[in-house]
């Protein structure tokens, strides 16, 4: 099927519904992203694990051309955030445009889209064109000249002067000020600390060659005030016959009205702040624009590792609820909203480990509230029953409320499942108080149409939400939440509870989003038949430690876990019509160790069901230095009443060994190499007499740690036969 064809698809059909039963609901839920690509074929610092580097700020700026091509927009270069250990920020690429197609600019392109950026331009009449301009807008204007080489022009808009002591900011200004004589003189710093007047800054910098015109944006207050310093500047510039213009300095304004993408380096990957959207549509058709430009570039939204695993790009796939705008956020029309998605997080692992990257857990990069330690938990059952008690919350009492306890284990709130911290934050000033709820627990998607399934499945429950109630008491999973549902069949029947609220709420997700959402195909390690059941081999979910002294380690950017031990689950089926009291016999065992299956029943049969942990590599640091590498696994799986078995080698690397011959070409060469490691052949029933009772330290209900028996070559206390 077509690119082209997809608006009058099955998936389409069902994303339009899936938007119209949401509007149906009540508060509007507009939906952000935050996807991440990387060069998957590069071994580069910075496409491993830097933020900056040359190559990624060109193929930023690539990106930025073809995203302009497709989608139009003004490309502004603004700064970007800075890191502790980092010696400047980083940058910022963004394209702002209007939501109903009204240009924004009229004036001459930024030089990365410019045919040529022409020669030597004179600052001087561009700034005496901007003054003219400003002026013929009603604004009041002052050249200056700056230091270094750089002109100024401030600029005084009608509104901005109030009576005498009404506006503290310029105190007693007027706008024939800014044509005294007296003030020709003044330096800049001088005229914006005594009026704190908007600033252009106006200077050159070389590109390719030439030299080319740049101007400083100052911080505007409002989208229409930002749209009539574009309008003065695009006029001064096509006046000054600029062939191209550079624009940078603060972040623009965003409301409603105009979409705001930015395109920023992060450790490996560049990431894209999507604009947001009010439905799942809207959404879905940028994100595929979005998919197209970086494929073309050849940036890919996952890593491929030689051994066929697939990684994620190396970022996240955060996904960002908030309203069109900060007071009309679903969060504080329906402030019940917030308190209950928390509870319902709790409730539903699933939407936690189910479609999270790889590194989650208490010590990951998206916390759940109940793996912070158990006194922080009982404090947040407290805090959700004070404010769901009573009138409804305003916005500062509901972020307060939850602030400090929806963070990681040291405090840091961005870390956290669920990421409030522009919800209505005071300390973060600019962009704190925004109505945002951010689910930090997804992984990159590796297509756009899954990336619009899960904000779909998000987007409905936190409808579900704002007009049902939900007071179910915090859920404590203890154990059961780092065993149970590390295992991916745990996972899906948990996803399937969730879709059913979702149905009986009136917002069931449509089959093309519900089977999208079912496939998890990259956890695939082997599927393999034998006789009337069928075995399936899956990798699942491990929680790795941080090692090391924490307080130490860089908390803004980076920290070094352990992710040597490996966790598969084995689960058994059989097939139809099959005896379900001779699938009862069947019994597996790893090497000389019977596993305890569970059995469970659910809509496609009986299952049975077990978790197997073990060391799949020694790292260069880490946990237990004693410790080996326990691969290849060896399985066996007989029945009592057969005297034919399976037996299956589960092999880390390549079974003949050696080096592979480059990375895999692509998903389909990653899903064989993985087949290959699991090399299955005729085997006989193993003995009872040489199967072994592991350890009670090694089982959990839910999986068997290969590792406590791995404690070197001395007779351990659990060879004891069964």
């Not at 900056?52 to 270069?77: F, I, T, W, Y």
């Not at 920020?89 to 030089?111: C, F, H, I, K, M």
């Amino acid at each position: 099927m077509s690119r082209q064809d997809w608006d009058t698809t099955d998936f389409d059909r069902a994303v339009r519904t899936h938007d119209e039963a949401v509007a149906a609901m009540g508060p509007a839920i507009w939906v952000g992203t935050e996807p991440t690509f990387t060069d998957r074929l590069s071994e580069a610092p910075e496409w491993l694990s830097s933020a900056l580097g040359e190559d990624k700020e060109k193929r930023a700026e690539q990106l930025l051309c073809a995203l302009q091509s497709r989608m139009g927009g003004l490309v502004l270069r603004t700064q970007g955030r800075q890191y502790p250990g980092e010696d400047r920020p980083r940058w910022s690429l963004g394209l702002y445009a209007r939501r109903d197609g009204t240009p924004v600019w009229r004036g001459p392109p930024d030089p990365a889209l410019a045919t040529t950026t022409g020669s030597d331009c004179d600052l001087g009449v561009l700034q005496s064109e901007l003054c003219a301009s400003l002026r013929g807008i009603g604004c009041g204007a002052k050249a200056v000249a700056g230091a270094e080489g750089c002109l100024h022009v401030f600029a005084l808009f009608p509104g901005d002067v109030g009576a005498p002591g009404e506006d503290d900011r310029n105190p007693g200004l007027s706008e024939s000020m800014l044509g005294d004589p007296a003030l020709a003189d003044l330096q800049p710093d001088d005229v914006a600390a005594a009026h704190g007047l908007p600033c252009f800054v106006l200077d050159r910098i070389d590109w390719q060659g030439a030299k080319v015109a740049r101007i400083e944006l100052p911080d505007c207050e409002s989208v229409e005030q930002f749209a009539r310093c574009l309008a003065a500047i695009g006029t001064a510039a096509t006046n000054a016959g600029l062939p191209a213009l550079l624009l940078t300095g603060h972040p623009p304004p965003v409301d409603a009205s105009v979409a705001w993408t930015t395109i920023t380096p992060d450790p490996a990957v560049i990431e894209i702040n999507m604009a947001p959207y009010p439905d799942v549509t809207g959404l879905l058709a940028a994100t595929r624009t979005l998919y197209a430009a970086t494929t073309e570039l050849g940036l890919a939204p996952y890593r491929l590792y030689y051994n066929g695993s697939v990684a994620d790009s190396g970022g996240g796939g955060q996904i960002t609820f908030g309203g069109p705008s900060p007071q009309e956020s679903p969060f504080f029309v329906a402030p019940r909203v917030l308190p209950r998605l928390v509870r319902y997080l709790n409730r539903h692992p699933s939407l936690s480990y189910l479609f999270a990257h790889d590194h989650i857990g208490g010590s990951g990069q998206a916390v759940r509230a109940d793996e912070r330690g158990r006194d922080a938990f009982r404090e947040l059952a407290l805090a959700l029953a004070l404010l769901e008690r009573g009138a409804p919350p305003d916005a500062e009492t509901l972020w307060s409320g939850l602030s400090q306890l929806l963070t990681d284990a040291i405090g840091n709130s961005h870390r956290a499942e669920l990421n409030i911290e522009k919800l209505w934050n005071p300390y973060v000033p600019g962009r704190g108080k925004l109505g945002l709820v951010e689910l930090r627990a997804l992984r990159m998607q590796h297509t756009p149409e899954r990336a619009a399934a899960l904000a779909a499945l998000l987007r409905a429950i936190i409808a579900m939400l704002a007009v049902r109630d939900f007071d179910a008491p915090l859920r404590d999973h203890g154990d059961e939440l780092h065993d149970r549902y590390a295992l991916p069949y745990y996972l899906e029947r948990d996803l399937e509870e969730v879709l059913d609220d979702l149905s009986t709420a009136g917002l069931a997700l449509g089959a093309p989003l519900a089977e999208l959402l079912r496939r998890n195909s990259l956890r695939l390690i082997a599927r393999v038949r034998h006789r009337d059941c069928e075995l399936t081999i899956r990798r699942a979910v491990e929680f790795w430690p941080l090692i090391g002294d924490v307080g130490r380690q860089d908390q803004e950017t980076s920290r070094l876990v352990d992710a040597s031990t490996a966790r598969l689950e084995i689960c058994l089926r059989a097939v139809e019509g099959a005896a379900s009291d001779d699938f009862a016999d069947w019994r597996i065992a790893v090497g000389e160790v019977q596993l305890p299956w569970r059995l469970e029943d659910d809509p496609q049969g009986l299952a049975k069901v077990f978790g197997l942990r073990y060391r799949s590599f020694v790292p260069w640091q880490g946990l237990h230095p004693a410790l080996p590498a326990q691969g290849p696994l060896s399985l066996t799986l007989w029945h009592p009443a057969h005297a034919d078995a399976l037996h299956a080698t589960l092999h880390d690397w390549r079974p003949s060994g050696g080096g592979y011959d480059g990375l895999p070409a692509d998903l389909a060469e990653a899903a064989a190499r993985r087949a290959e490691r699991c090399v299955v052949e005729p085997a006989s029933p193993p003995a009872p007499e040489t199967l072994h009772t592991p350890p009670p330290e090694a089982l959990t209900p839910y999986a068997l740690d290969l590792r406590w028996l791995g404690l070197g070559a001395r007779e351990p206390a659990w060879t004891d036969r069964t």
